[in-house]
């Protein structure tokens, strides 16, 4: 139902696909939605993995 987004910055998103399934409307800064973006963040690792390299 959610996307949270995390940039390099620091910066988030937080989109909800039932109710905004074009992303219009970030919800990240949002009071009603910080329990869901807390949960999302938990689970998104904290460092960026390298790319993967394709297998020939």
Sequence with gaps: RYRYIRY???S???YDHRD???EWTNLATSKEH???KNEL???TPN????P???NP
């Design 52 to 54: 993967a390299t394709r």
């Design 41 to 43: 963040a938990r689970w």
């Design 12 to 14: 988030e998103e937080l």
């Design 8 to 10: 390099h910055d620091g």
């Design 20 to 22: 905004d399934p074009h």
């Design 34 to 36: 910080a329990g869901i």
């Design 47 to 50: 460092t960026n993995a390298d």
